[in-house]
């Protein structure tokens, strides 16, 4: 027989529940679970039990005689709507699918297949696939007349995203072109033209991409008083989860849909707003108490993942946040062991670091899954990975390919291959195809005719070859050709000949292709950083086949050890999740936080947010690495400690420092960056085989 419990409550006084709210929440978030409505702003901080409230929450008003149908709970994605109520229906023991539950997208589809006359489409409309969005665009280029062969206007990937972040911060294609695409400016006006023929189409077919989900659900309740009321007045209360990762458009939504009874509860945590490249609005959260006045602020600080001094870095790190909600996380877990900040000498040395301690925390009794690897971008796990895989050690990518898996990366070691190997086939296929009106058949002709030579990178540049080129392909050929000339001068110096490629007409097809161009350049300069160690390109070359032909597994034997693995991710890859070690990689300014933002306060303030989320990814142990010394195009550049490695005080961390033969220069002349501190008095040395640690 279940046990009834007493809760006092506004929504009907003396009402039985089955579920001991008192018992089973924290003080802090029992008021929350049991309000009794109205705006509501919940400020969850990072490992507070956020899921926990939401559910406990969903449960009290189903418990409270709320009708299912009349709660509408809003998540980011599918799974964790389902995770939601799946645990209502556990603490529950009743089905709860009454309820309007599931993404943005899931809600408004349902809206619209209701009411898609009001907007001119037909209730079957399909929704188009990135895929299939992606078709339909290229096809309005092509009805627009627009040459994309002589010129580089933008593919369909690029135009998508470009549509998709003007709906999504409400703003016209070209100030999202002026803001974050300043390349495609010469086609501005091509674009919009684009943007026109594509909604039309979309129109005319009766289709919907995932983008105007959003945009028209918004239309539908900004432009139809009947429907907004109908809903307003429909739902007694609306839950939105995440909501400091919601853009203009899906706020202006949920204001609309909680103007009828105006029970309105907002979950999210202002320090860990970081997807704004997606189009979420950070002043959503900031200023939800000015747009509701009359709204109860709740916070959840007491943290039951990590540490105490873990907890004690990340306070002090959010506490220089110029725009928040002043919170403090407050550790439910006994004291452990502190941050660990680990300057090294190079980014290899760093690679190994964190392999090795990787090694000894695994004979610790830790195994890999225990473990991850974060960083700011992609390429900065290039030879993390590389380390990993020598000495055999499992990982798994969570932020995109294996580094030497890019297609990028590809394209640029096919540049060297040909050099190396100038009857390599496929690496000729593979460059000859990245030009402009070159195809399989052409390229296969080329390499037929330059083939039957006994030099042919020479035999490329005979007229032979030019014959065959296609018209309208000349200039790109002759481009291709000017590049190999380059190449031929540099010949075993490769750092020296991938930084040639980057700059070359390469680097205008990246911009072309893809919406994330400067990060595959970085990735390029990041390969050309790991080729300075290298005397000549066989050397180089059979490093890297040596290399990626090593199975990463094997270091354990066994049942169901073999599927151990760490992670390597992104932070914004890692937000939600949680290990037991965390290393965060290149915290070096210009890294962490990302050069690209020193010029703009907003993207500053995010950049100091990314790295709250990142440290607060660990329960147990946190070890914080950043190389001295970088080898890039430009030679050895000195590397200072993030600003916010620098700003924390005395005593928060430990501080471990290496001993190796490699000498750091004293004189910095000749080194674009200085500021690097020394640290090294009062250590006691502890051996980590290869490297030789010093610990406080």
């Excluded at 890297?544 to 270091?555: F, R, W």
Aim: proline share 3%; net charge negative; aromatic share 10%.
């Amino acid at each position: 027989m279940t046990h009834k419990y007493i809760l006092k409550t506004h929504f009907n006084s003396g009402q039985k529940f089955d579920i001991n709210y008192a018992a089973e929440l924290t003080e802090e978030q029992l008021p929350v679970v049991t309000s009794i409505g109205g705006p509501m702003l919940v400020i969850a901080g990072a490992g507070s039990g956020k899921t926990r409230t939401v559910t406990y929450r969903v449960a009290y008003l189903v418990e409270s005689g709320v009708p299912l149908d009349r709660i509408l709970l809003v998540t980011f994605t599918n799974k964790t709507a389902k995770e939601m109520t799946s645990r209502v229906e556990m603490l529950l023991k009743r089905d709860v699918k009454g309820i309007w539950g599931g993404t943005f997208h899931h809600v408004g589809n349902l809206m619209l297949r209701r009411h898609a006359a009001k907007l001119g489409f037909q209730s079957n409309y399909t929704i188009l696939d990135r895929g299939d969005a992606k078709e339909l665009i290229e096809a309005c280029v092509v009805e627009a007349n627009i040459d994309t062969k002589t010129r580089r206007f933008p593919k369909g990937d690029n135009l998508q995203t470009i549509f998709g972040l003007a709906l999504n911060k409400n703003k016209p294609i070209l100030d999202v072109i002026v803001e974050d695409y300043a390349q495609f400016e010469p086609f501005c006006e091509e674009i919009e033209g684009v943007a026109e023929l594509y909604k039309k189409r979309k129109q005319k077919n009766n289709l919907m991409d995932f983008d105007d989900l959003l945009f028209y659900w918004w239309r539908l309740l900004a432009e139809n008083a009947d429907v907004a009321r109908m809903y307003s007045e429909k739902f007694l209360h609306v839950l939105i989860d995440e909501y400091q990762d919601t853009n203009l458009i899906q706020a202006k939504i949920i204001d609309i849909l909680a103007s009828g009874h105006r029970n309105l509860m907002v979950v999210g945590d202002d320090s860990q707003s970081i997807y704004s490249f997606r189009g979420a609005h950070f002043q959503n959260i900031i200023k939800f108490p000015r747009v509701y006045s009359d709204a109860k602020v709740y916070k959840l600080e007491i943290n039951h993942r990590s540490t105490p001094e873990i907890l004690a870095l990340a306070n002090q790190t959010i506490s220089q946040a110029t725009e928040k909600f002043d919170k403090e996380l407050r550790a439910r877990r006994p004291s452990g062991q502190k941050p660990v900040i680990v300057p090294l000498s190079t980014t290899q040395d760093q690679a190994s670091f964190v392999a090795q301690r990787m090694l000894e925390l695994r004979e610790e009794g830790h195994t890999l899954n225990d473990m991850a690897v974060l960083y700011r971008s992609h390429y900065q796990s290039m030879e993390i990975q590389m380390e990993l895989t020598k000495r055999g050690i499992p990982f798994e990518i969570r932020s995109g390919l294996r580094f030497f898996e890019e297609a990028h990366i590809k394209d640029v070691l096919a540049y060297l291959k040909i050099f190396h190997n100038p009857n390599d086939e496929i690496s000729w296929g593979r460059i000859l195809k990245l030009l402009a009106r070159i195809g399989p058949r052409t390229a296969e002709k080329i390499f037929q005719i330059i083939q039957q030579t006994p030099k042919p990178v020479e035999a490329i540049f005979t007229e032979t070859v030019t014959k065959v080129i296609p018209r309208g392909g000349e200039g790109a050929f002759r481009d291709f050709l000017d590049l190999l000339k380059k190449l031929l001068a540099q010949i075993d110096q490769p750092a020296v000949m991938i930084k040639t490629i980057a700059e070359s007409s390469y680097a205008d097809y990246l911009r072309e292709q893809y919406p994330n161009y400067q990060e595959r350049l970085d990735d390029l300069e990041q390969l050309g950083s790991y080729a300075v160690q290298f005397k000549d390109l066989e050397e180089m070359l059979s490093s890297l086949a040596l290399v990626s032909g090593i199975e990463s597994e094997k270091i354990v034997d066994g049942g169901e050890r073999e599927t151990e693995a760490c992670v390597l991710s992104t932070v914004h890859q890692a937000k939600g999740l949680e290990w037991k070690i965390v290393f965060v990689v290149w915290v070096a300014d210009g890294r962490f936080p990302s050069y690209l933002s020193f010029n703009n306060e907003e993207e500053m303030e995010e950049e100091r947010r990314l790295f709250y989320v990142a440290v607060t990814r660990a329960k147990d142990e946190l070890y914080l690495s950043y190389p001295l010394i970088y080898s890039g195009y430009e030679g050895e550049v000195l590397l200072k400690p993030s600003r916010y490695l620098e700003e924390l005080p005395e005593g928060l961390c430990e501080q471990w420092s290496v001993e190796e033969e490699r000498n750091i220069p004293t004189s910095t002349e000749g080194y674009r960056h200085v500021e690097v501190r020394s640290r090294d008095d009062g250590f006691e040395a502890v051996s980590l085989n290869d490297l030789d640690f010093m610990r406080r």
